[in-house]
């Protein structure tokens, strides 16, 4: 199975590929074609595993159209935008490690892997039917998406709720459970099919902020931050791609009156042209086959008689990059987020770099559920999330800055990083690298000099 995917994918890779970018973006009916079947191997491959080490037997996730609950959102066929009336899907693991059976109590049969198990006209009252499978299959833990944490499991409404335990035979009251860690579990884990893909995934992205980040975009003088991002946005566009966030771009520079290395993350930086001697940075992030991406990179504007970036400021990008390497040194498969994070900074303390770690989950979302390890605005403890622990094939956007003094520019410089990585259980690999020196715009030409 995982042979054909692959096989498959490489040639659409081969027959789509980008002259422009040099990077392949699939049709969308192939996209389609790859969704599909990446959900029925993670039914078929990882679900009956996730179901059994959470000793969930049954997993019943309901949504209405339009309000979809976010896990519904990851069960539904690549051509379902939403869910139709009521969708309620059940999974059933009769047995540990057995293969799960799936059923649609629905109208319709939703995509390959759910089949229509409800009949209206045999029985209208769908809460009914969907009662009467339950109690054929007498679960003993019945998991609702229900939770506390994370809002990612959290999709079950309050009405649906009601209506649900008010339906439900009163023998399996006492077996119903928040499907909190299952969902989690669900939503954090990679597949070998989607691995495959995801640097390719970052590739795209990676070019895109290339491309926005040089002279093919920015004109010195004259270009603004916010034509660099709504440059952005339309190249996302172009490409057939989707952003789960809107892209932002801002400058730190000498002047003393740019005080960008103080700003407080909540408050957008003001729109200014770009000029020779910034420092430039981009948050961006695209969606692709229902995977996301989440990236800050750095770009220096030459001045006039420069030919690289001042040696300098390649110096406090250095020190990112060893906030990078700390944090993913302390990636340890069943420690939690804040267990991370407390011996992360225990090194950067140690070491006198000013750094802070705010890492995510990243996957089916951008801000996904999994251990989160620090907050722009709390590098304590995070409750909840951050006491969830660290397991193996699970994607991370590893996101941090440091603080660097530049006697140069006399005052601080904040390099903010942010990279796509995969932990495989013993290491974190970036899914395309990770940027390693500031972008000189325009890019440097060797064959040119003063």
Request: aromatic residues 10%; without cysteine; glycine residues 6%.
């Amino acid at each position: 199975m995982i042979k054909k995917l692959l096989f498959v994918f490489s040639l659409f890779l081969i027959s789509n590929l980008s002259s422009a970018q040099d990077v392949a973006v699939l049709t969308q009916r192939e996209q389609a074609e790859v969704i599909d079947g990446w959900l029925d191997y993670r039914i078929q491959n990882l679900l009956p595993n996730l179901m059994t080490e959470t000793g969930i037997d049954m997993w019943v996730v309901i949504s209405r159209e339009y309000n979809e609950d976010p896990v519904i959102r990851t069960l539904l066929p690549a051509t379902w935008m939403a869910a139709r009336r009521r969708t309620i899907l059940v999974m059933y693991q009769p047995s540990a490690n057995a293969p799960v059976q799936t059923y649609a109590v629905a109208r319709y049969d939703v995509g390959k892997s759910f089949k229509r198990a409800w009949d209206p006209e045999a029985q209208p009252d769908q809460w009914k039917a969907l009662m009467e499978l339950i109690s054929s299959k007498n679960p003993k833990k019945i998991g609702l998406n229900y939770a506390k944490d994370y809002g990612h499991a959290d999709g079950l409404t309050t009405n649906e709720h009601q209506i649900f335990l008010e339906y439900l035979p009163q023998n399996l009251q006492q077996n119903v459970v928040s499907a909190q860690t299952l969902a989690v579990r669900w939503l954090e884990t990679r597949t070998e099919p989607e691995m495959a893909t995801y640097k390719h995934i970052q590739e795209i992205a990676h070019s895109i902020i290339s491309e926005g980040f040089s002279e093919a975009v920015i004109t010195p003088g004259a270009t603004t931050t916010e034509d660099v991002v709504w440059w952005y946005r339309e190249k996302i566009k172009e490409l057939k791609l989707d952003t789960w966030f809107h892209p932002s771009v801002d400058i730190q520079r000498a002047d003393p009156a740019n005080m960008e290395q103080n700003r407080n993350f909540a408050t957008k930086s003001p729109e200014s042209v770009i000029m020779p001697g910034d420092l430039l940075h981009v948050d961006f992030g695209i969606t692709y086959l229902r995977l996301n991406t989440d990236t800050q990179e750095m770009a220096y504007v030459l001045k006039a008689g420069e030919t690289e970036v001042p040696d300098y400021l390649n110096k406090a990008f250095k020190q990112g990059n060893r906030v990078q390497d700390i944090l993913t040194s302390n990636y340890v498969a069943g420690k939690t987020g804040n267990e991370i994070l407390r011996a992360s900074r225990k090194v950067l303390d140690a070491e006198g770099i000013r750094g802070s770690i705010y890492t995510h989950p990243l996957g089916f979302y951008g801000h996904s559920a999994g251990p989160t390890i620090g907050m722009w605005d709390n590098q304590g403890d995070t409750p909840g999330a951050g006491d969830f622990p660290l397991n193996a094939n699970t994607g991370y956007a590893i996101e941090l800055n440091a603080v660097v003094f530049v006697p140069e520019w006399n005052k601080d410089v904040r390099i903010m990083l942010e990279e796509g990585a995969f932990f495989d259980g013993q290491k974190v690999t970036y899914y395309n690298g990770r940027q390693k020196e500031i972008f000189a715009i325009p890019r440097v030409n060797k064959h040119l000099g003063n």
